[in-house]
């Protein structure tokens, strides 16, 4: 027999000789296939998918290590903050240099950050009134892994805490 025509098997369907036999018994010759049963069409199929894949993956990557940066940001805030409140007498460079050392064993580097300290109401003196807020801001360039491919290789991280001055 030729081309395609099918014929009848043993009763649960054997591989023969090259001739490849369905479930029914059936005999089916002439089909191309490799090994796998599809041609190239897998490989294809799996060329133009892996790269959307990646993708995903290392955006999901960049998103986790943008959030450990924004929360660990916000605690150093809330540390300068905290000891502004304490000492209301604390000059911008002492909260910088508290919020940095605050930042020295977590991954994130203060060296470039812009770190400020502002009061609601401020004495003669430079100092924060008791009973008003004083606020840290901490603006920090976070640099994200595979920024090139979507042409942005940085994002800025804005964070503030407010705490009143006792």
Not at 79 to 106: M, Q, V
Not at 115 to 144: A, H, K, M, Q, W
């Amino acid at each position: 027999m030729g081309g395609n025509q099918v014929e009848p098997t043993k009763p649960g369907g054997v591989f023969q000789s090259g001739v490849r036999s369905d479930a029914q018994g059936w005999k089916m010759q002439g089909t191309k296939s490799n090994k796998f049963g599809h041609g190239g069409q897998d490989m294809v199929e799996f060329m133009i998918v892996i790269p959307l894949l990646l993708l995903i993956l290392f955006g999901a990557i960049d998103l986790g290590r943008i959030f450990h940066a924004a929360i660990t940001i916000t605690n150093i805030a809330r540390e300068g903050a905290r000891h502004g409140s304490i000492y209301p007498d604390a000059t911008e460079g002492e909260i910088a240099a508290i919020a940095r050392d605050e930042a020295f064993n977590s991954g994130i580097d203060l060296s470039s950050s812009l770190i400020t300290r502002s009061c609601t109401d401020v004495e003669l003196d430079g100092t924060c009134d008791s009973g008003f807020p004083i606020r840290v801001t901490i603006t920090y360039n976070f640099d994200l892994l595979f920024g090139g491919i979507i042409s942005m290789p940085q994002i800025q991280l804005v964070r503030y805490v407010e705490m009143y001055v006792p």
